[in-house]
Nanobody, 119 residues
Framework: QVQLVESGGGLVQAGGSLRLSCAAS??????MAWYRQSPGKEREFVAA????????YYAGSVKGRATISRDNAKNTVCLQMNSLKPEDTAVYYC??????????????WGQGTQVTVSS
């Protein structure tokens, strides 16, 4: 199976930006997505991108502030987040789904990277 490794998390002040990266151990031509999870809460969808990178989908909570992109030649997917809010604080996970809908449950997950936004 393909292995995913996230990076780029850290501590930022509200209003700041972060760029999260996800490196895959092999090629993938499936939908890739970012999810996040805060302590005591369910893991929630953030953004997804199709196999070619030509179509994207975002959760309402981050729409206008987040941009997902992928580089299939480098086997990477990124999430650029701007205007960060304290409620964006969470562990962010990169994932691969073999389904055909944006919200199909992913089958492969990375270990996550921590994002903390201070007020």
């Amino acid at each position: 199976q393909v292995q995913l490794v996230e990076s780029g998390g850290g501590l930022v002040q509200a209003g700041g930006s972060l760029r999260l990266s996800c490196a895959a151990s092999g090629r993938t031509f499936n939908i890739m997505a970012w999810y996040r999870q805060s302590p005591g809460k369910e893991r929630e969808f953030v953004a997804a991108i199709n196999s070619s990178g030509g179509s994207t989908y975002y959760a309402g909570s981050v729409k206008g502030r987040a941009t997902i992109s992928r580089d299939n030649a480098k086997n990477t997917v990124c999430l650029q987040m701007n205007s960060l809010k304290p409620e964006d604080t969470a562990v962010y996970y990169c994932a691969i789904t073999y389904g055909i809908t944006w919200l199909s449950r992913p089958q492969i997950w990375g270990q996550g990277t921590q994002v903390t936004v201070s007020s």
